[in-house]
């Protein structure tokens, strides 16, 4: 079992940067790998980025690529999202998911087991 909490939203200026945080509860962080995903008024939730188990891999959407970063922190079980050059289509609700994975590279876009509760992002014009 792995409990979410995401912190870091907020209102922010077209251009502005975000830096979102995920921690962790339970033992077992470093199995999971970690994603990202928005959900806008109306919209279905979809993949916006997520690093591997060992943070060594990571994949991003393309309306992200160049603007976001995620990274984790084992040692603190701590996933984080840096968000720049934020435009208002990136206000949304942001959750972090958790999914075990067997493979050390693994970065999934999908089937993700645990989710925080979110963190609402809204980019002003």
């Known amino acids: 079992q792995v409990q979410l909490v995401e912190s870091g939203g907020g209102l922010v200026q077209t251009g502005g940067s975000l830096r979102l945080s995920c921690a962790a509860s339970g033992r077992t962080f470093s199995n999971h790998a970690m994603g990202w995903f928005s959900q806008a008024p109306g919209k279905e939730r979809e993949f916006v980025a997520v690093i591997s188990r060992g943070g060594g891999s990571t994949a991003y959407a393309d309306s992200v690529k160049g603007r976001f970063t995620i990274s984790r922190d084992n040692a603190k079980n701590t996933v984080y999202l840096q968000m720049n050059s934020l435009n208002p289509e990136d206000t949304a609700i942001y959750y972090c998911?958790?999914?075990?994975?067997?493979?050390?590279?693994?970065?999934?876009?999908?089937?993700?087991?645990?989710w925080g509760q979110g963190t609402q992002v809204t980019v002003s014009s």
């Open positions: 998911a958790a999914r075990p994975t067997t493979l050390y590279t693994a970065c999934p876009r999908s089937g993700y087991d645990y």
